[in-house]
């Protein structure tokens, strides 16, 4: 306020107000005239604090401003009381930094005559008797020319202080005596450990396995600290159980033995306390900084400033005591407990790596330098272990120790000195298991249930109460609630409670979700029923809990199968549906009287019931012999050894995911925490007031800048987005995948039922011709598309070499291939088969009733099946086996064979046929006990050729649209089937996942099992450099290539498989472990997604980044995403709305990015000129900008279709860093042009807002000055167009405009500014003291008289009226402000500019044929 815009020195102005100091004296009756007591009603006095009573005496001299706020006034000062405060001053020319005007104008105004010290300055005339001064009758100005109080202090034998004092001094003894004790009684256990390196080491033989015929455990290698590793596994029949299903393979489970002690218990509790303790005492002096605990500041000595002081070390300790509670909260508890060995302890401490699994990787050396920081850090403090306590119990009938972990049950084994997990080997082969049929005795039954626990998965879902405090447990909570307490604190308990709000009820959404979705799991894992169990020779009515690998138990229609189980004798129909997702029940078939191998994942899945299935039929068979084998099962796997349990165990205990997103996330919080440090430094350098209001701007500005309602925001999208896909009947069991389905670069299928309909069709046969003359070779008739066309021969195979069965109601169940073949035959199945027949058919054509007296059911592994089927006519014995047709060519009598063979199958297979060959002999009059013990071979090899049986497996109508948008949107398809690879091909092509005229190179084995390629359309072998030239990108005209399951298989054994998998288009004959691996292969290139059925994808789903099982089946919970519509369209919906998902993140996470750089820049001006906004202001901008705003853009919709381009998953990529940093500097720029233009207006110089005259700790009084206004309307005019900004892009989201809550409620933001900033003096513009002012200046300068309520202005103006013409002006600037960031974000950070560069510097990305 120095010289105007002319460089004039700026002339004093009248100034009105309460402008003279106060007067104190010694005896009120000195107050002048109207200023005394003469100033009260009759009876009345004025006391100490200018208020007018009858009764003075209770007012505290606390209250006297005659104290100058010390907290022991001088002597000098004793005996002084104020006269009533000079109100209405008006002082021309007024010099606000010569105060011995303001000093003489008042004495002379008020007829303070002579000279009247200034407080304490006391006057050299004395009376010697008292030490006052005589002068003037002792008459002191005080109020405004009062020294600086000397700081006030604690005595600290303040009660609080003592009480304060004696809980620290007790906490400190506690923990100091607990250490010492600690350490002396774990010296031993300490010396051992490192001293024994087996402590830390996990073995391979974790697994204690118990044979069945003794269940003595085997001895295992001991590991005393009882380091268990999740790859510790028994391997039996080429598989392998693993014994923490949930755990990565080779992830070591590290054990600590810990036992109870009353000294630390007490530690513990005192630890407890001390945490509670800490909110209470910021409880406290929050609650006496608003005077709820009396007057304000009572327990600071009624200083406010001393109050601020006392806070802050306060809230400092305690964030740092709860940080470290935080972060070791899963530790502390076992830390005031005794370390021992595990095989001593009451309680066991389990700590589990995390393995994350990546999703992509960043190139830039930047983020790998800062993931490889986080890394370490995270090492370093152990955060990269899950830690677990579980409560050691003993066997009440043998007192083993066990404990259960992870729904598992690990028993110290004495012999090895080892927990672990017991599995009971019950023999690999089928004689083997038959050999249990007798069950077992209830002294051995109790022993194994005593290693294995109850057969009950018990799933712990904690209670909303318990998830809610597990929720609020976490570190981001703490700092959410930690800076919400400042803001309770320091007069903005507003905001502070409207953020708790929407904190929590973030976290309640969060807790009700995962709560449901658990309590989901619970019941599907936990159930038990009555079942009827084989012990002691006799039948038992026991509970399904009961029940023990190597127990007998009947099965019954409509029971759940309570484990895995071999099936050993019974016509059994299981619906796995709620397991696999498999569409149709199953029919499973007794194991073999032979010695073949079983597997369940294999060949013996027919063979196996699965645990979590139901039972449709259950029926007994009479066998040949005249016997009854009812329908029972043998009992092999309990709990979680289970396949469902594995599957219980993986949703429980899911692998953490690493996806790009969630890493530069984390970076960027920590960037954001280096800026809050810098802004945190500027807040305390420019801030030119006492410490700790400095203190609480700086955090105030650290809090705004990383908004506690960032990770809110950032998971808003995916919740929206999971709801919009609820809608279109696709089911979310993961949020975190929707954003992955963002992502997605490849897509994989599976072919029948997913790309094509569920059933077949009978197509035709083509029947083969031997005229019995040798030296004429065999040859095929014509093709025949009626079936009843077709020879005898074919239509009795049809009839009988199937596994198809009837349940009640008349439904059929079996392959869907059998099911469409038998239908075609018009055949029956007797309800009461011939006793010693697996199955009756009766043919109605022939007139005759056909026994299957032997069956090999189909095996993925030879693609064939055949039944071995009696002929009444004759008595002979009739083999028939059906399969794939370059299987059963193994299987066939050459001399049968036509040469053209394959050509014609391939002929057919090429138009999309799915080919069945048909082989056949004639046993004669045979026996059944004859060929009891014939192997599948000795049935099978040497058949006649019959012929094929075509069928076709019809597109989906919906098919080509929806892999034709999956194209457009630059997502490569992929098929991976089990059916042939020629009608892989034809389908691919039929489908679009390949063009029709592209030429495909198959890829096959060879007998001699080399590896060659053919030309699928020419049948003609090509060289391995031809395929060479397709691989490295060489090759002329448009080629694709397939390859079978077997040529996959080689190419992995020969480690080549890689450089194929991204130019095979379809992989044919894969089985599903095959699958899995397949996926797997394309995960390691990028995001990819499998798409099947059910089934045999069940592996592929779960495995893929992105899972979508099309099945409405309860169990599809296999798979992140559920789809009941069974349309491909699915996964487009799936697409569209997950990359909606990313694009919205993105949006919440930018627009409170730029929230906060906005309110970094308004920060930096206000410490700068050490003014703020308002609190109306702040309450705006925090509770209804911010918020509401950040709820709008998350509800921006879909785009309509997938564009061609995916949206960034990089925080830190070009496009963000484009938005976020172009935004940031145009605002920054005119928010700096605002202020120069507002220096070069006359009306603003001379009135420029001075700091010094005014308390800036008392924050809420700092806007009524035109700096303060011209930051508050052009940063309201920023933060309402930050949502605009990132509210635009229409690739993934649908344009801006069609977000209307959010553009209505900018349209309405903007127009209020506008009015407060435009319209005149008005009631709305004075709540947030913008153009407005004192009553009494209106009054007087402007001529305007506010019918409304305006608490006086706190500046040397009073008012901040900005003139209309510049408030034209200056909306112009905020105009052109949020014009020029629009336009930035068009046509630089989105499409002209953006397009332009990213063709021309396309970054590093996969690179695949669409």
């Known amino acids: 306020n120095e010289v105007d815009v002319d460089g004039r020195p700026c002339p004093l102005r009248t100034r009105t107000g309460a402008l003279c100091p106060q007067l104190c004296v010694s005896d009120v009756a000195l107050c002048p005239q109207g200023y005394g007591n003469d100033l009260c009603p009759t009876g009345e006095k004025l006391c100490i604090d200018g208020s007018c009573s009858s009764a003075c005496g209770d007012i505290p001299a606390r209250k006297n401003p005659c104290g100058c706020g010390f907290q022991f006034p001088p002597e000098q000062a004793a005996g002084l009381v104020p006269c009533a405060s000079f109100l209405d001053v008006t002082i021309d020319h007024y ?11 008042c004495a002379d105004k008020f007829n303070v005559s002579g000279i009247v010290p200034i407080w304490g300055r006391w006057s050299a005339e004395q009376d010697l008797a008292t030490n006052l001064p005589i002068s003037n009758g002792r008459r002191f100005w005080a109020g405004k020319q009062c020294p600086k109080a000397p700081k006030y202090h604690y005595k600290y034998n303040e009660p609080l202080w003592l009480g304060v004092f004696a809980c620290s001094g007790a906490e400190a003894i506690i923990l100091a005596i607990w250490v010492v004790y600690k350490y002396f009684r774990e010296k031993t256990v300490k010396r051992l450990r490192r001293k024994e390196s087996g402590f830390t080491t996990a073995t391979a033989a974790a697994v204690a396995v118990a044979n069945a015929k003794d269940t003595k455990p085997l001895s295992g290698k001991l590991i005393d600290d009882a380091s268990l590793s999740s790859a510790s596994k028994e391997k039996r029949s080429g598989t392998s159980a693993s014994a923490t299903a949930g755990a990565d393979e080779g992830t070591e489970l590290r054990l600590k033995g810990f036992k109870n002690d009353v000294l630390g218990w007490i530690g513990f509790v005192s630890v407890l306390a001390v945490s509670l303790g800490w909110f209470v005492f910021l409880g406290f002096w929050t609650g006496d900084y608003y005077g709820t605990l009396g007057e304000v500041a009572s327990l600071a000595h009624y200083n406010s400033s001393l109050l601020d002081e006392t806070l802050i070390p306060i809230w400092i300790f305690a964030t740092t005591w709860l940080v470290v509670c935080c972060t070791f909260q899963d530790r502390i508890r076992n830390y005031f407990r005794i370390e021992c060995l595990p095989a001593e302890g009451t309680c066991v401490q389990i700590e589990r790596e995390l393995v994350e699994l990546r999703m992509a990787s960043s190139t830039s050396m930047f983020v790998r330098l800062a993931k490889r920081a986080e890394e370490n850090f995270v090492k370093l403090i152990r955060a990269n272990y899950h830690v677990k306590t579980c409560k050691i119990e003993r066997i009440p009938r043998t007192g083993q120790r066990y404990f259960n972990y992870m729904c598992t049950r690990y028993v110290f084994n004495e012999s090895s000195a080892q927990y672990s997990p017991y599995q009971f080997d019950l023999g690999s082969t089928h004689n083997q298991l038959k050999s249990h049929a007798g069950g077992l005795s209830s002294d051995e039954a109790g022993a194994r249930f005593d290693l294995v626990g109850p057969n009950f998965i018990s799933v712990d879902v904690p209670s909303y109460f318990m998830a809610f405090a597990l929720e609020m447990s976490q570190f981001f909570y703490l700092y959410q609630f930690m800076v919400m307490w400042l803001y309770y604190y320091w007069n903005y308990y507003i905001i502070g409670v409207i ?27 936990e159930h038990s029923e009555a079942c009827s169990i084989l012990r002691d020779g006799e039948w038992q009515e026991l509970s399904t809990i009961d029940l023990v690998p190597g127990d007998v138990f009947r099965v019954a229609a409509g029971m759940h199968v309570p484990c895995d189980a071999v099936v050993l004798g019974g016509n059994i129909v ?7 997702g498999e569409p149709l029940p199953i029919r499973k078939f007794p194991i073999h009287d032979d010695d073949g191998i079983h597997d369940k994942s294999g060949a013996g899945k027919i063979n196996t019931l699965f645990a979590g299935t139901s ?44 996806f790009i997103f969630n890493e530069q996330l984390r970076l960027v919080f920590g960037i954001l925490i280096l800026y809050a440090i810098l802004v945190f430094i500027l807040a305390m350098v420019f801030y030119q007031t006492q410490p700790s209001a400095s203190w609480f701007y700086a955090m105030f500005s650290c809090s705004q800048l990383i908004s506690p309602l960032l990770p809110a925001a950032l998971v808003m999208g995916q919740s929206v987005a999971a709801n919009r896909l609820k809608k279109k009947q696709i089911y979310c069991v993961n949020l975190d995948r929707v954003i992955m389905a963002g992502k997605v670069q490849m897509f994989c299928f599976d072919k029948t039922g997913t790309l094509t309909k569920e059933g077949l069709e009978f197509y ?14 065999p040859s095929f008739d014509s093709f025949v598309d009626s079936f009843s066309a077709l020879p005898d021969l074919m239509r009795t195979a049809a009839s009988t070499c199937h596994a198809v069965a009837e349940v009640e109601g008349g439904l059929m169940i079996g392959n869907p291939v059998d099911i469409e073949m038998f239908r075609t035959t018009q055949c029956q199945i007797s309800t009461t088969p011939t006793p010693g027949a697996l199955d009756t058919i009766m043919v109605p054509d022939l007139g005759l009733q056909l026994d299957v007296i032997k069956r090999f059911e189909f095996l993925h592994s030879r693609a064939s099946m055949s039944v071995a089927v009696r002929d009444p006519r004759d008595g002979h014995v009739h083999v028939f086996v059906k399969g794939s047709f370059e299987k059963i060519k193994e299987h066939l009598d050459n001399s049968t064979v036509p040469d053209n063979y394959m050509q014609a199958a391939n002929s057919m297979a090429r138009q999309g046929g799915y080919v069945l060959a048909v082989g056949h002999r004639d046993l004669g009059d045979i026996e059944l006990s004859d060929m009891q013990n014939w192997s599948r071979d000795d049935m099978e090899n040497g058949s006649a050729l019959v012929g094929f049986i075509v069928f076709k497996n019809l597109l989906k109508p919906d098919t080509p649209e929806a892999i034709a948008k999956l194209k457009d949107g630059s997502t490569r398809t992929v098929m991976i089937t089990g059916d042939t690879a020629l009608t892989g091909v034809f389908i691919a092509k039929g489908a679009g996942l390949m063009n029709e005229s592209a030429t495909v190179y198959l890829g096959d084995l ?3 099992g080399d590896l060659y390629w053919t030309d699928v359309d020419k049948e003609e072998v090509v060289s391995q450099s031809v395929i060479d030239t397709v691989i490295d990108g060489r090759a002329d005209g448009d080629v694709e290539l397939a390859m079978t399951g077997k040529a996959y298989n080689h190419l992995e054994d020969v480690g080549l498989i890689c450089q194929y998998v991204l130019f095979t288009r379809v992989f044919a004959r894969m089985l599903p472990n095959d699958k899995v691996s397949c996926v797997q292969l394309h995960m390691e290139r990028g995001i990819t997604a499998m798409c099947g059925d059910g089934g045999n994808d069940c592996g592929a789903l779960r495995a893929a980044h992105v899972g979508l099982a099309l099945s409405d089946a309860e169990a599809s919970i296999v798979s992140p995403f559920s789809s009941s519509d069974r349309s491909i369209n699915s996964c487009v919906e799936l697409m569209i709305q997950g990359r909606s998902a990313l694009a919205t993140s993105f949006a919440g996470y930018l627009y409170l990015i730029l929230y906060g750089q906005t309110m970094t820049f308004l920060k930096i001006f206000s410490f700068y000129f050490s003014n703020t906004a308002s609190s109306n202001t702040w309450i705006w901008v925090d509770a209804f900008i911010n918020t509401i705003m950040s709820i709008c853009v998350a509800y921006s919709g879909p785009a309509t279709k997938l564009s061609k381009h995916r949206p960034t998953a990089r925080i830190l990529g070009p496009q963000v860093l484009a938005t976020a940093l172009g935004t940031v500097f145009i605002n920054f720029t005119f928010l700096a042009g605002a202020f120069g233009w507002l220096y070069r207006k006359s009306w603003f110089r001379c009135n ?5 005259t005014t308390d800036i700790a008392k924050w809420w009084l700092l806007a009524d000055n035109y700096e303060a206004s011209i930051l508050a309307i052009v940063c309201l005019f920023q933060f309402v167009n930050n949502a605009m900004v990132v509210n635009f892009g229409f690739y993934f989201r649908r344009r801006w405009y069609r977000n209307y809550a959010l553009v209505f409620l900018w349209a309405v933001y903007v127009a209020i500014i506008s009015i407060v900033l435009l319209a005149p003096t008005n009631w709305l513009g004075c709540r947030f003291r913008l153009n407005c002012g004192s009553k009494s200046v209106l009054a007087s300068e402007f001529d305007i008289h506010p019918s409304f309520s305006i608490e006086d202005y706190n500046s040397d103006i009073g008012h901040n009226i900005i003139p209309n013409d510049s408030r034209y002006e200056l909306w112009g600037i905020c105009i052109a402000n949020m014009c020029a960031t629009i336009l930035w974000q068009l046509i630089f950070a989105l499409y002209p500019v953006h397009s332009t560069l990213r063709k021309k510097r396309p970054l590093r990305r996969l690179q695949v044929k669409l």
Request: hydrophobic share 35%.
């Open 499 to 525: 953020d708790t709000c929407i904190i929590l009820l973030s976290a309640i959404v969060k807790v009700v979700v995962r709560v449901r979705s658990e309590l989901r799991v619970k019941r599907m894992a």
């Open 764 to 777: 035709g046969g083509l029947c083969a011709h031997n005229s019995g003359d040798d030296t004429k070779a």
């Open 95 to 105: 010099n606000a930094k010569d105060p011995s005007q303001t000093i003489d104008f």
């Open 615 to 658: 039972v449709s039929q259950a029926q007994a068979v009479t066998t040949s012999d005249g016997s009854v084998s009812e329908p029972i099962g043998l009992c092999v796997h309990t709990g979680t050894q289970t396949d469902k349990g594995q599957l219980v165990q993986e949703i429980l205990f899911p692998q953490p995911i690493s």
């Open 1006 to 1008: 060879t007998k001699a």
């Open 1248 to 1252: 420029e807002f001075d700091s010094s």
């Open 574 to 580: 299981s619906d796995e549906s709620s397991l696999t």
